[in-house]
């Protein structure tokens, strides 16, 4: 079907989060039978636009129109009122449920007797299925199918509801190639019958194959809306980074050249394939790569947390047999997770109490701690990354994010943690935070810590880091001084 009249026009939306513009002004325009690509780095806004878009979020300031009609759209009932469907990254499916039930969830069709009548939700649901050239019975459950086939019912559940825009949140990001291309055969029969398609992804490759037009965020603003053949692959990730503003603020610290971490043929399954890197003393190795590339997986797997099918680790030269996350500590390892509320902090539990959690012999005498010794401790930390708080005795639960990252990064230095790994270190925090974060690293580096900082954010791993490692599919990609490469470069490996 030829593109020819405006279906949706967001005009002039902003959304503010405390300490945070997330959207600026950003004005949006799609067409019916359209394929149209929203592209921008992790926090340009994508999520907050279509968050708003479903209702999920509601604006700050702005207008949304459907069909040339201004619709508001307050909550995700009221979305779909408005013919909008979203098929989000993580599936929600009912694996011990049928692919009919899955489809018509929530909206069975019921006999006179207030039964379901299954012989039409069999009916309907083939229906739908035989629009998806899908041929799998409807009364198959859902467990039993493969992550391309489940993406296909999802994609049935939303055409249940006769939508006229249906939104794709990174939907190939479990699929293999052969059922990327059965889900893009769909997508373009969808388009075909005239549904705008908002198609979400970080693959590069992917929206050049994929889109008739794109939008580009960067930092809450929209930077620009071009058709495919429009724009090269290259002219996209600099006004993804606005790289020209950006030079000017690289950060470079030259490491020791005494190796004092070895990953060998590191392996997990098919979530890590022969990871062979070296960490020098003082360095700050970053390591990059798209949601699923198998960057936090490999910190998981060398502190032991999710231990590694082969491969081997080690520390000074030395072997390390059995690696568990108490005996990394012990070895001078220290990490914070992604998810720090879950897995580095005790959000119940004070300031002091965290700090001093794996480091307590350190205040132990004849087996009672010394508060003022822990009190003492815990103040030089509270001063030094200037972590603001009424007192080390406030609980961890009422800190704001960046504070509290800086807690389980005082929690580690506290235990003399030689090997710091950081993964994800400013999720969350807003700019000036993210700052005091960099420039904590940097200190550390200078003083003979040795870092890996896993971030998804390009821009971060290009102005902090030593080396650029970057990852895809459980693979590496390449090893690369800072110096041998731009940030540009970064982005194009990672997303090819």
Do not use: W
């Amino acid at each position: 079907m030829e593109i020819n009249s405006s279906l949706l026009q967001m005009k002039n939306i902003s959304k503010s989060f405390p300490g945070v513009k997330a959207l600026d002004n950003v004005s949006f325009r799609a067409n019916r039978g359209e394929i149209h690509s929203l592209i921008g780095e992790n926090g340009a806004g994508k999520s907050t636009l279509i968050k708003i878009l479903t209702g999920a979020l509601r604006k700050d300031s702005g207008e949304i129109f459907i069909e040339g009609k201004l619709a508001e759209i307050d909550n995700p009932q009221k979305a779909s009122t408005y013919g909008i469907s979203t098929i989000f990254q993580e599936l929600s499916l009912f694996d011990n449920m049928s692919i009919a039930e899955n489809i018509f969830i929530g909206r069975e069709f019921t006999n006179i007797k207030y039964f379901v009548n299954k012989k039409r939700l069999l009916e309907e649901a083939a229906k739908i299925l035989e629009i998806l050239n899908f041929s799998i019975p409807p009364k198959k459950l859902v467990r039993d199918l493969s992550m391309s086939e489940k993406q296909v019912v999802e994609i049935a559940k939303a055409l249940s509801r006769s939508p006229k825009i249906i939104i794709m949140d990174e939907p190939t990001s479990s699929l293999a190639e052969r059922e990327k291309e059965v889900l893009f055969e769909i997508i373009r029969r969808l388009k075909e019958n005239g549904t705008l398609i908002i198609f979400i992804s970080h693959k590069l490759d992917e929206i050049v194959e994929i889109s008739d037009r794109l939008t580009i965020l960067r930092d809450g603003k929209n930077v620009g809306t071009y058709h495919i053949k429009e724009i090269t692959p290259n002219q996209i990730i600099e006004l993804m980074t606005g790289s020209k503003a950006f030079k000017d603020n690289i950060i470079y610290i030259e490491p020791k050249q005494d190796v004092v971490l070895k990953v060998k043929n590191l392996s997990k399954g098919k979530i890590l394939k022969k990871i062979n890197f070296e960490l020098y003393k003082g360095e700050i190795l970053g390591i990059t790569g798209l949601i699923g590339s198998g960057k936090s997986e490999l910190a998981r797997a060398i502190l032991g947390i999710d231990p590694p099918d082969g491969g081997d680790i080690f520390l000074e030269n030395k072997r390390l047999n059995n690696i568990s996350i108490g005996r990394a500590i012990k070895f001078g390892f220290g990490f914070v997770s992604e998810n720090r509320k879950r897995d580095s902090l005790f959000p119940e539990l004070t300031i002091r109490e965290n700090i001093t959690m794996s480091s307590l012999n350190r205040f132990c005498k004849f087996y009672f701690i010394s508060r003022n010794k822990e009190r003492k401790e815990v103040q030089i930390f509270l001063n030094e990354l200037r972590i603001k708080t009424p007192s080390e005795e406030t609980k961890v639960n009422y800190l704001s994010g960046g504070n509290q990252q800086k807690v389980a990064i005082s929690k580690c230095l506290l235990s003399g943690s030689k090997i710091l790994i950081l993964d994800e270190p400013t999720i969350g925090v807003d700019i000036g935070v993210k700052s005091e974060i960099h420039n904590i690293i940097l200190e550390l580096a200078r003083q003979g810590v040795s870092i890996i900082m896993i971030s998804s954010d390009f821009r971060e791993i290009y102005k902090v880091s030593s080396r650029i490692m970057i990852m895809k599919a459980g693979e590496i990609k390449g090893i690369f001084p800072k110096e041998n490469i731009n940030i540009n470069e970064v982005m194009f490996l990672a997303m090819n």
